[in-house]
């Protein structure tokens, strides 16, 4: 506590009311710049129009035109400044920039708990992409600050069996006895957040930080240990969140997200950190939290309203970082630390069915915004960034809508000379194609220049080597503006879909993503019809109306024509890896190499198997270890139950059992050690001899089960025996045995 003390009184009161200065008159600046470019362009597109907004068709196409331009602005001005602050050396007011090197290198580190929620997701890449964040902290000498805890709420038995044995193999082949967790709690209530919360209540109060990864997450040793002592070193910060890129993309599709996210990225997130400071957005992975002040603060009520806003919240992140903001804390983003990587969903299908869910989540904050008090104006502009980047999709479409009915009514119906019946002199409607050609460029600029800043900020700190060179990184940018040219409008009509089925409160089922299969034509057709025939329609009538109308559909029609053959083009690997042999949209790390990308790839799981259901109660290895993690003592009705249940199973084999009665039975020692006994016993031709048969051949059955890691030293760890709260039968009330299940 002393130390802590004295970190406290090194902070001074002169250097927080310094970034909050600085904070103040630089988001000034950026209003300013947006709203005067924003007015200029409504003023111009004012003038484009036949009736100059003369009638309430041509007024809601100039409001929804200023509300989508300001929008492209804010980005425009953000990488602006990111490139700006780039050429002096970075912001001076980031955290990194405010104390010695050596001071922060010597600053000691505080107990980190280092938690990956899981749901679903492929267990080789999920734990060996943990196994090499491990092994990174490893190498820096400071693991002994740090433990791991693999968060599980999979439902399916095949699932989470494998997650179990895959933990126990890890923690063997690492020597991670007692720093290596798992924990799958029964109850999945409130999605993600509830997952963490439920850590919290357990162990919080052991650890001073917690750093929160996602199933696709990378983070280096260094980085996290840096993070450490950044939060020691500012006892104020209640999150500091780093800026991820992507890597280790194979597909078409992410490796043009990873390209243009290892390129312009730096750019965005260098200027967003300069204009949050200290009240920056929490993204909710790849990032270290304060436990107390969060565990304090942070728990989320559900929504009291209606539909959509009645229940759990869906997108916990930026509320946690306004909540945390509201009680005094700081929440940072910090570009300069570096190592911190995701990785893009392999296809645009898979991309869309994760923004499903994202849509639907940020539209709830629609009631935070409105409704939550004392939030800081900043975490506002947070939430109403998200609710942004969904609710810009309809409004866009909307627009297409209002000018495709205006052109319609030029061409079709009668013209009004005295749209206003009070006006004495007639108002000639009349199109102005070079002004409205001006104004498409100045808008394609705003997008444009961003990425030309990207080459320009990668030449001028010499990293064109790492893109392949000058000529292969300009026909890389070249390629990712095509792709996302042929995106944007596919993208625009799923959200605006997403939008109005949240609005709507359709409900969503909450799934692991795919981060591996390529996209076939199937799902793909089944996925973009709607769009494809709504573009097609919208480009025929174009053409029927008339013929520069359907030239000037073209940019937004074919893509969605398109859309299926886009996207199964885009998720195939072979055409992924052809370009990268060729050197375009190349990376640093495929340049040069990476510890933590050799790591994920000498994978300590990689080709072993791991057993579900069936397997977990044939093989002897495999039953042994899964009875060990189980639970013991059932009684009264419950026992009852699984006495029929296993009845069942041996009659009829699993195919007859639903999932969560096969997860009942994983779930209870005696029920797995039973059920080994019985099968070894069964009849050659009924349902589990059958399966006995094919496991005795299978090169599986010669894989010696896992020992079971030995339990750690607090006895306040998932695997510790109790000390406290034990009943007569030995076991935790609520959680017997084993605190994985």
């Not at 938690?115 to 491990?134: C, D, K, T």
């Not at 409008?489 to 359709?506: G, K």
């Not at 009684?635 to 006495?643: A, D, K, M, S, V």
Request: hydrophobic share 45%; aromatic share 10%.
């Amino acid at each position: 506590m002393a130390a802590i003390e004295e970190l406290e009184s090194s902070v001074s009161a002169p250097r927080v009311h310094c970034w909050r200065l600085a904070a103040l008159w630089r988001r000034t600046l950026l209003l300013m710049l947006v709203i005067g470019q924003t007015g200029l362009a409504t003023w111009f597109m004012l003038s484009v129009l036949p009736y100059r907004g003369g009638n309430a068709l041509e007024l809601g196409m100039l409001v929804l035109f200023a509300l989508l331009f300001c929008w492209i602005s804010f980005g425009f001005w953000i990488a602006v400044a990111g490139f700006v602050l780039r050429r002096v050396g970075g912001d001076p007011q980031s955290l990194l920039r405010r104390q010695d090197a050596a001071e922060l290198a010597a600053t000691p580190l505080g107990r980190t708990a280092i938690l990956m929620p899981i749901y679903h997701e492929p267990i080789e890449r999920s734990l060996g992409g943990l196994s090499a964040v491990y092994q990174s902290l490893e190498r820096t000498g400071q693991l002994e600050h740090f433990d791991f805890y693999i968060l599980s709420d999979s439902r399916d038995p095949d699932v989470w069996l494998q997650e179990q044995a895959a933990w126990a193999q890890l923690v063997e082949r690492l020597g991670a006895h007692g720093r290596l967790f798992y924990r799958r709690r029964q109850l999945n209530l409130n999605y993600k957040s509830g997952n963490v919360g439920d850590f919290l209540r357990r162990w919080g109060r052991d650890y001073q930080y917690m750093v929160v990864l996602d199933a696709d997450s990378l983070m280096g040793g260094d980085t996290l240990v840096r993070m450490v002592q950044l939060m020691q070193r500012h006892p104020r910060v209640g999150i500091l969140q780093t800026g991820p890129g992507l890597l280790n993309g194979r597909s078409l599709f992410a490796r043009v997200q990873q390209f243009s996210s290892q390129l312009y990225g730096p750019l965005f997130a260098t200027g967003l950190a300069a204009v949050q400071l200290g009240e920056a957005a929490f993204w909710g992975h790849n990032a270290i939290l304060r436990v107390q002040p969060f565990m304090a603060h942070c728990g989320l009520r559900k929504l009291p309203g209606w539909g959509l806003f009645r229940g759990p919240i869906m997108s916990h992140d930026f509320v946690e970082a306004a909540y945390l903001g509201r009680a005094g804390h700081e929440v940072w983003l910090e570009s300069g630390l570096g190592d911190s990587w995701e990785e893009s969903p392999p296809s645009l299908v898979d991309e869309l069915t994760r923004d499903r869910r994202w849509a639907k989540g940020n539209m709830q904050h629609l009631w935070l915004l409105l409704c939550s008090r004392k939030l800081r104006l900043a975490h506002r502009m947070a939430l109403l960034n998200g609710i942004m980047a969904y609710l810009a999709s309809p409004l866009w479409l909307a627009f297409l809508v209002l000018t495709t009915i205006a052109t319609t009514r030029l061409v079709l119906w009668p013209i009004n000379y005295f749209p206003d019946p009070h006006q004495l002199y007639p108002l000639w409607p009349q199109w102005q194609p070079l002004r409205a050609l001006s104004l498409v460029l100045c808008t394609l600029a705003l997008l444009f220049i961003p990425k030309f800043l990207g080459v320009a900020d990668a030449a001028l700190t010499r990293r064109l080597a790492n893109f392949g060179g000058g000529l292969r990184l300009f026909a890389s940018v070249l390629l990712e503006i095509l792709v996302s040219a042929l995106l944007a409008p596919i993208r625009m009509l799923s959200h605006s879909r997403y939008v109005i089925e949240a609005l709507l409160n359709i409900q969503l089922r909450w799934a692991g993503q795919n981060r591996t299969s390529e996209t076939g034509w199937v799902r793909a057709l089944l996925h973009h019809a709607p769009g494809s025939l709504l573009g097609a329609g919208w480009a025929a009538f174009a053409l029927w109306l008339k013929p520069m109308f359907f030239y000037w559909s073209l940019p937004v029609a074919i893509p969605l024509i398109l859309a299926a053959p886009i996207s199964v083009m885009l998720s195939r690997v072979q055409l992924g890896q052809r370009l990268r042999r060729w050197g375009l949209l190349l990376t640093a790390e495929e340049r040069r190499g990476s510890q933590l990308l050799e790591d994920l790839s000498n994978n300590p799981l990689a080709g072993s198997h791991q057993p579900d259901f069936c397997e977990s109660v044939i093989h002897p290895g495999y039953n042994a270890l899964q009875a060990a993690l189980a639970r013991r003592g059932r009684t009264g009705l419950r026992r009852q139950r699984l006495q029929a249940l296993r009845r069942r199973c041996i009659e009829l084999g699993p195919g007859d059992l639903s999932k969560s009665e096969r997860s009942l039975l994983a779930q209870d020692a005696e029920s797995l050690q039973l059920l080994h006994q019985q099968v070894w016993r069964a009849a050659p031709r009924s349902p589990w001899g059958r399966l006995l048969g094919r496991q005795i051949v299978s090169p599986c059955m010669s894989v010696p089960g896992a020992a079971v890691p030995a339990p750690a030293d607090r006895p306040d760890h998932p695997l510790s025996p109790p000390t406290e709260g034990v009943t007569d039968d030995g076991h935790l009330p609520g959680y017997p045995g084993y605190a994985g299940q």
